[in-house]
């Protein structure tokens, strides 16, 4: 009986180390936005009771039906080639979404447009809040924010929500090595207007 007893407590004690370690490995996957004021104050811009800012350069992206099913105001390859362009850096879109967010308040659900793609074979994902109106059509306004994943030997990653708000990522591979990085990045350029370069003289040579 008395040498029972130690292997008993050896055996508990090696368990709960196991289930702690276990933790630490799924929290590794996961990253939160670190707190700041300025991501605060965007957010309440972002929300859907917030002013149609720039609504001359605002894009209707869908319309919620009668029984809420979205129904998209824009091709979803038009959606894609303008993310491509607000990358500008070889990002490839090539799978469009919009979704409720949840947590939002029911009476003014908050959705965003969720672009996912590659750059060099790693993952991107780009999620921008739209705002509502009455009517239940959402546009895409210049002073959303961008919420931007880039994953690092995670072959998915996801938005986090809490309250109709992203949070942060997580990875879901957990095998080690793997992460997913969130940057909350202000305002938008992805329906902008395409500027010529002021070195360029019309009907020159480019």
């Known amino acids: 009986m008395t040498r029972t007893l130690p292997r008993l407590f050896g055996l508990l004690l090696l368990g709960v180390l196991s289930s702690l370690l276990l933790l630490c490995s799924c929290e590794a996957t996961r990253t939160r936005e670190a707190s700041n004021p300025a991501h605060e104050a965007q957010r309440v811009s972002d929300a859907a009771g917030a002013a149609l800012s720039g609504a001359a350069s605002s894009h209707q992206i869908m319309r919620l039906d009668s029984k809420g099913g ?19 850096d070889g990002t490839v879109i090539d799978r469009i979404m919009v979704r409720k ?24 994902a780009v999620a921008l809040p739209l705002h509502g109106t009455d009517d239940s059509t959402f546009y895409l306004t210049p002073s959303a924010s961008r919420y931007v994943i880039s ?18 990522t997580t ?6 090595g793997s992460s997913c990085t969130l940057k909350v990045l202000p305002e ?11 070195a360029i ?6």
């Open 171 to 176: 990875c879901d591979d957990n095998s080690g």
């Open 101 to 124: 967010a949840p947590g939002s308040d029911a009476a003014r659900p908050v959705y965003y447009l969720i672009g996912m793609g590659h750059n060099n074979g790693s993952y991107r």
């Open 201 to 206: 003289k019309p009907g020159a040579a480019k």
């Open 70 to 88: 979205v129904k998209y105001k824009l091709a979803q390859s038009v959606m894609a080639a303008a993310l491509i362009r607000q990358f500008h």
């Open 151 to 168: 994953g690092i030997g995670c072959p998915s990653c996801y938005f986090d929500f809490e309250d109709g708000h992203i949070i942060g």
């Open 188 to 198: 938008n350029e992805v329906f902008a207007t395409t500027r010529p370069d002021p």
